[in-house]
T-cell receptor, first 113, second 115 residues
């Protein structure tokens, strides 16, 4: 079964710390992988999309990497801020699944003062 | 720039009642999706529409119907609500500029409680 796993489920870090969120997937035959941010009571906001042929994508303080052979992606957040507190979800578009994304259950991040 | 708009934001139904969740996007996107989000289970795809005039089942379609009214609007209908359908429902859309490599855009969700 094609699955996506995110560990840990929750993470608390002090402001200013660099941190890494992890996402693992079970099948290397993917079209792309997306990282989303979800604030409480809100929808999902796309942060980064890494195509199958790419190794990483960067946006501001965010850097996402992709290693298909090991079935892993990481989201690196530099110099974390309290405003980064949210739930971060990754989603994989496996090949042959039309446009059906498979989502992880997310990592809830709290950045403390 | 509204993006993806969902109505209503909150709804409480009694078992057996019916309702329609509305979704509209103003980005001229071809593909639209309905997901449900439950604690500990992630987002699961209910139905999707790859283009105007087409709809397909997702992972959890039982108990739901959809209508792609036009390119902008994609509605989700619960014909006879059940407590198991208590969830947060999200509509999303995707453009065609980069095909499947276009990111998804989500609405803010409808929080549905069935008693």
């Amino acid at each position: 079964k094609q699955e996506v796993t995110q560990i840990p489920a929750a993470l608390s870090v002090p402001e200013g710390e660099n941190l890494v969120l992890n996402c693992s997937f079970t099948d290397s035959a993917i079209y792309n992988l997306q990282w989303f941010r979800q604030d409480p009571g809100k929808g999902l906001t796309s942060l980064l999309l890494i195509q199958s042929s790419q190794r990483e994508q960067t946006s501001g303080r965010l850097n996402a990497s992709l290693d298909k052979s090991s079935g892993r992606s990481t989201l690196y957040i530099a110099a974390s801020q309290p405003g980064d507190s949210a739930t971060y979800l990754c989603a994989v578009l496996y090949t042959g699944t039309a446009s059906k994304l498979t989502f992880g259950t997310g990592t809830r991040l709290q950045v403390t003062l | 720039n509204a993006g993806v708009t969902q109505t209503p934001k909150f709804q409480v139904l009694k078992t057996g009642q019916s309702m329609t969740l509305q979704c509209a996007q103003d980005m001229n996107h071809n593909s639209m999706y309905w997901y449900r989000q439950d604690p500990g289970m992630g987002l699961r795809l209910i139905y999707y529409s790859a283009s105007e005039g087409t709809t397909d089942k997702g992972e959890v379609p039982n108990g739901y119907n959809v209508s792609r009214l036009n390119k902008r609007e994609f509605s989700l209908r619960l014909e006879s609500a059940a407590p198991s359908q208590t969830s947060v429902y999200f509509c999303a859309s995707r453009g065609t500029g980069q095909g499947f490599n276009s990111p998804l855009h989500f609405g803010n969700g409808t929080r549905l409680t069935v008693t």
